[in-house]
């Protein structure tokens, strides 16, 4: 099922008088609002935050994301027998250190540029652009590889966000364009049944035919995927949760920490703000990282776009 698509008909299980439904066990990526939710999201949360400068410019990456992802020319897909012989073997079709990148991805890097270049952006963000416009392809796919397998190295922090953005692009459209009925969830719960990436938040769901129901949204091709609540994302033990906001923050915004493995994911709250976004309320919500941090817990796996630090 599409994120945000019309709840499943004739799929109601048990007891048909009870109407108890299970939850869709993933839900991909609507190409036509996931970045231009985010960007809006991210305007709203900019007005009156400590960083709300930064998120103004996070908002406009986002737009550029939406541009890219609206206005590329069709990929070729993946081959669904490639699909099915991985998903045969547990593991994820597009996975993010072993997919054999196609070459358009640098494409939606370019409309990324060229969106910013007409925005007023910090200097410092145009001195990166200019610099990673001037690099050879080489060095452009080397960032990439590097980022997709965990080993940037420190000089190349700055020129990242805006690789990472494009292979956020790239991964979303690619997975978007699977059948979300081929696919199923990998043995290690907490990571995306379709790029193998951890989430970047987790939201519980107050609406829909399952509310109160779990999703990881990946941190790389947008998927969402049903992860059992009162269980650890990382560790999977049961025993050690709480959940902690900040005093006078937002209580649509949880970190959930494990005392079995000593980290956190943020999950978000529908019920408590309809509005909530996995991706721009994950970068708004800072703060919380630096409180939970700080008290001893280490974040699950980083946000993609927040390696700068
Ligand atoms: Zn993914
Ligand atoms: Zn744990």
Redesign the pocket.
């Known amino acids: 099922m599409r994120q945000g698509g019309a709840p499943p008909t004739g799929k109601w299980v048990g007891s048909p008088l009870g109407g108890v439904s299970t939850p869709e066990p993933l839900l991909l990526a609507d190409l036509t609002t996931r970045f231009s939710a985010t960007a809006a999201r991210l305007r709203a949360l900019a007005t009156g935050h400590p960083m709300t400068k930064w998120l103004g410019f996070m908002a406009l990456l986002s737009d550029a994301q939406d541009k890219a992802a609206a206005t590329l020319p069709p990929m070729p897909g993946i081959d669904p027998s490639l699909v099915e012989q991985s998903v045969a073997a547990r593991m994820p079709p597009?996975a993010a250190d072993g997919h054999h990148r196609h070459a358009a991805w640098r494409d939606g890097l370019a409309v990324l540029f060229e969106e910013l270049d007409s925005k007023d952006i910090p200097e410092s963000a145009a001195a990166v652009i200019a610099n990673m416009r001037g690099l050879p392809v080489n060095d452009v796919e080397d960032l990439a590889d590097g980022f997709l397998r965990g080993a940037l190295s420190m000089g190349d922090v700055g020129a990242a966000l805006y690789g990472a953005a494009a292979l956020q692009v790239y991964?979303t459209r690619l997975?978007a364009s699977l059948d979300a009925s081929t696919l199923r969830l990998l043995p290690q719960r907490g990571l995306?049944p379709?790029?193998?990436?951890t989430p970047v938040s987790g939201l519980i769901t107050a609406s829909g035919p399952t509310p109160g129901t779990r999703y990881l949204y990946?941190s790389?091709?947008?998927?969402a995927w049903n992860h059992v609540r009162a269980v650890c994302i990382t560790c999977e033990s049961s025993g050690a949760l709480l959940l902690k906001g900040i005093q006078g923050g937002s209580a649509a915004v949880q970190a959930e920490t494990c005392d079995d493995c000593h980290t956190y994911a943020k999950m978000l709250y529908q019920v408590k703000d309809t509005k909530v976004d996995p991706y721009a309320d994950d970068l708004a919500s800072l703060g919380l990282d630096i409180m939970v941090s700080e008290a001893g817990w280490a974040r699950h796996a980083p946000n993609p776009l927040l390696l700068v630090g």
């Open positions: 597009l991964f997975a995306c379709c790029c193998g990436s990946c790389l091709c947008s998927t």
